[in-house]
C-alpha cells in the first residue's frame, strides 16, 4: 500500500462547478498535512496546509479526518487558472522536519 | 527576498555518468531538502541537510549524495546514472524550526539519462 494515495484523474470540470478530491494515508502517526498545486512541468507550491478542525481559504476547504486517516480539498466556483495537478502532502514526523511524503496527484481540468 | 534557485535547468547525460546538481536557499532559511519526481509521479524525498549534515534521509542508495555549504547552498550529487533517474529533481528550503514544515521549492532540474 502507498503511503499516500490519491485518484489521479483527470477531474474534467466546467467552470463554476464545485470539485472534490481525496487522499489517504497510511501512516497513523502522521502529524502534518498539506495540500500542494503544480503546475504543468513547473515546482509545487504550498496551497494550504490541513487542520484537524477543518480550514478554509476562500474558494478552498479542506479537510482531515484522522480516525479514517483521509484528507480533502473542496474547491468551490472553479476558475480555467485552477487548472493544476493537486498533491496530497503528509509529514509523519513528530518536532518539525521537513521530510514530506506525497502523493501521485489529482489532475484537475477546468473547462469552458 | 530571493527564492530557491536550482542550476542547470536542464541536462542530459548518458548512463554511468555523474551529475552534480545545485540549490540556492531563500534567503533566511537553514534547511534544503531534495526531492525526485519522475514523470507522472509526486516527488519523493531523497535527504535533507541541516547545519551542513544530512538530517533524515529517503529510500535512494548510496550513489545520490550531498553537501550543504555554510551559505546553506547545496549540492546534489548522483553517480553510476542509470536511465530510471532520469526525472525532475526539485531542492526546496525551510526554516528548520520545530513543526515548521513550509518548503519553498526551486524550479528544479530535469535529468534526462540516455
Known amino acids: 500500500r502507498k503511503e499516500v494515495e490519491q485518484d489521479p484523474g483527470p477531474f474534467n470540470v466546467p467552470e463554476g462547478a464545485t470539485v472534490a478530491f481525496n487522499c489517504t494515508y497510511s501512516?497513523?502517526?502522521?502529524?502534518?498535512f498539506f495540500w500542494y498545486r503544480q503546475d504543468c512541468r513547473k515546482e509545487p507550491k504550498l496551497l494550504m496546509s490541513?487542520?484537524?478542525s477543518g480550514n478554509e481559504d476562500g474558494r478552498f476547504t479542506a479537510q482531515l479526518n484522522r480516525a479514517s486517516q483521509y484528507i480533502s480539498l473542496l474547491i468551490r466556483d472553479s476558475k480555467l487558472s485552477d487548472s493544476a495537478t493537486y498533491l496530497c502532502?503528509?509529514?509523519?514526523?513528530?518536532?518539525?522536519?521537513?521530510?514530506?511524503?506525497f502523493g501521485t496527484g489529482t489532475q484537475l481540468k477546468v473547462e469552458l | 527576498e530571493t527564492g530557491v534557485t536550482q542550476s542547470p535547468t536542464h541536462l542530459i547525460k548518458t548512463r554511468g555518468q555523474q551529475v552534480t546538481l545545485r540549490c540556492s536557499s531563500q534567503s533566511g532559511h537553514n534547511t534544503v531538502s531534495w526531492y525526485q519526481q519522475a514523470l507522472g509521479q509526486g516527488p519523493q524525498f531523497i535527504f535533507q541537510?541541516?547545519?551542513?549534515?544530512?538530517?533524515g534521509r529517503g529510500n535512494f542508495p548510496p550513489r545520490f549524495s550531498g553537501l550543504q555549504f555554510p551559505n546553506y547552498s547545496s549540492e546534489l550529487n548522483v553517480n553510476a546514472l542509470e536511465l530510471d533517474d532520469s526525472a525532475l529533481y526539485l531542492c526546496?528550503?525551510?526554516?528548520?524550526?520545530?513543526?515548521?514544515?513550509?518548503?519553498?521549492f526551486g524550479a528544479g532540474s530535469r535529468l534526462t539519462v540516455l
Open positions: 541537510y541541516y547545519r551542513e549534515e544530512e538530517n
Open positions: 502532502v503528509v509529514n509523519p514526523l513528530t518536532g518539525g522536519g521537513n521530510k514530506l511524503t
Open positions: 526546496a528550503s525551510s526554516l528548520q524550526v520545530a513543526g515548521a514544515n513550509v518548503l519553498t
Open positions: 501512516n497513523s502517526a502522521s502529524q502534518s
Open positions: 490541513v487542520y484537524s
